[in-house]
């Protein structure tokens, strides 16, 4: 169970170790030390897990708690802290954390709780996809009897791509960075890489838009993924498969 990792700790030697047990795992990691370039990173490219130190510059770890609550619910969060009262535990809680430790920890007491994070939260996200019929605009996806239906008219998908697209339709609007839908096509793929993940956008855009070239549904957000909306066109212009957004007729620079 990899998964991609948000560090953010101040210390860089804490940081450093923490990261060297966590790529030992095989997870990805990113590493920030400041609160500001936490926030930041989460809106690029939205991790599985963030490991939240609370008392860091510029935004603390309460603040940056809040703000992953409100803007990526589905992030799970374990914070750290030198703090070890009962009152700064519940802070932590009430703000959203999943888990705390104080410090000093154990870096393996650390990984497991890590672990254990990750199953909760796939088990949720595997929960939440497979429930149930799963609309988006004119787009169905059935996970059940794996269809794909657009504008009534049925899709046949191969298995990576039916992945892709039922964990989009999952989360309408949300922006899936290239690793997180490669993560979730590994199985059906043999030799697979994140150039794969945009052969199977385009494969799966050829088949649920009416004009593949300027798609409305599966949208590229520049240098950072894949989203699918309700297929009405984004305000201000149209995007094209590469992500540009083409306002009057020019290309935005």
């Known amino acids: 169970m990899c998964a991609h990792v948000l560090v953010a700790e101040d210390d860089p030697k804490h940081a450093e170790v923490v990261r060297r047990y966590l790529r030992r795992e095989g997870h990805s990691v990113v590493v920030v030390h400041d609160g500001h370039a936490a926030i930041e990173e989460i809106r690029r490219n939205r991790p599985d897990v963030l490991i939240l130190d609370v008392m860091m510059p510029l935004v603390d770890g309460l603040d940056v708690c809040r703000t992953v609550r409100r803007e990526a619910d589905d992030v799970a969060v374990l914070m750290l802290t030198a703090r070890s009262a009962e009152e700064d535990l519940l802070r932590g809680l009430d703000h959203g954390a999943d888990d705390y430790m104080t410090k000093p920890y154990s870096p393996r007491e650390l990984m497991a709780r890590i672990r254990a994070l990750i199953r909760r939260t796939q088990r949720s996200a595997s929960a939440e996809e497979e429930e149930s019929v799963l609309r988006v605009g004119g787009l169905t996806v059935d996970p059940e009897r794996h269809v794909v239906e657009a504008d009534g008219r049925e899709v046949e998908c191969t298995p990576g791509e039916f992945v892709i697209l039922q964990a989009l339709a999952a989360h309408p609007e949300r922006v899936f960075s290239r ?75």
């Open 179 to 253: 690793r997180q839908l490669l993560a979730r096509t590994r199985g059906f793929d043999r030799y697979i890489t994140e150039r794969t993940v945009d052969v199977h956008v385009m494969n799966l855009r050829r088949k649920i838009e009416t004009d593949p070239r300027e798609p409305v549904r599966l949208l590229t957000v520049y240098g950072v993924g894949y989203k699918l909306t309700d297929g009405r066109k984004p305000p201000g212009g149209a995007e094209t498969t590469d992500g540009t957004e083409l306002t009057d007729g020019r290309a935005a620079l």
